[in-house]
């Protein structure tokens, strides 16, 4: 298919993923709803709605909906990357990489981690650089346990409490 048959509306929210690969009317993509490593998107035009999102990994259509509404309204500011996040709060990428926060669809994902040190079933999405106003949003199964961000590393410590801070960067 060439470029200039694509649908337009998917052509907008193609920009906004990475990963795309075009096939027939729509395309793959990594899903800016969940830490996608493997592109388990589908994006296709839709018969009583513009677009069909289907998440192989699980996310539901509205929660991947969010998220590109998410990645929409960010496209006009500087993409928020894993370099951009370490530049700004002067830390090391490879500090920040240690910790298991990677790019993602002009996001950065933040894991949150259990006791046991396995990844939470929610994690924040760095949507902005500075995490005013719209900055960040929780992400993963609706209802997910929260847990505080560092859980893992409290035990290691052999402390058997904790500090709450404002977000993962504090």
């Given at each position: 298919m060439s470029i200039a048959a694509r649908d337009p509306r998917l052509e907008e929210i193609a920009a906004l993923l990475e990963g795309v690969k075009w096939n027939g009317k729509g395309f793959t993509a990594s899903c800016p709803a969940h830490a996608d490593t493997d592109p388990s998107l589908s994006v296709n035009p839709g018969d009583k709605v513009d677009v069909v999102y289907h998440c192989h990994a699980g996310c539901t259509q509205d929660?991947?909906?969010?998220?590109?509404?998410?990645?929409?309204?960010?496209?006009?500011?500087?993409?928020?990357t894993v370099e951009a996040l370490a530049e700004m709060k002067g830390l090391s990428v490879e500090f920040l990489e240690s910790l298991g926060l990677n790019n993602n669809a002009g996001t950065v994902i933040v894991p949150y981690r259990l006791a046991d040190g396995k990844r939470a079933p929610r994690h924040r999405r760095r949507l902005a650089l500075k995490a005013s106003g719209k900055g960040s949003a929780w992400t993963g199964p609706k209802g997910g346990l929260i847990v505080p961000y560092g859980l893992d590393r409290l035990q290691g410590e052999g402390r058997d409490f904790c500090f709450l801070v404002e977000g993962e960067s504090d």
């Open positions: 929660e991947v909906l969010t998220a590109v509404q998410d990645l929409k309204r960010g496209a006009t500011d500087k993409p928020v």
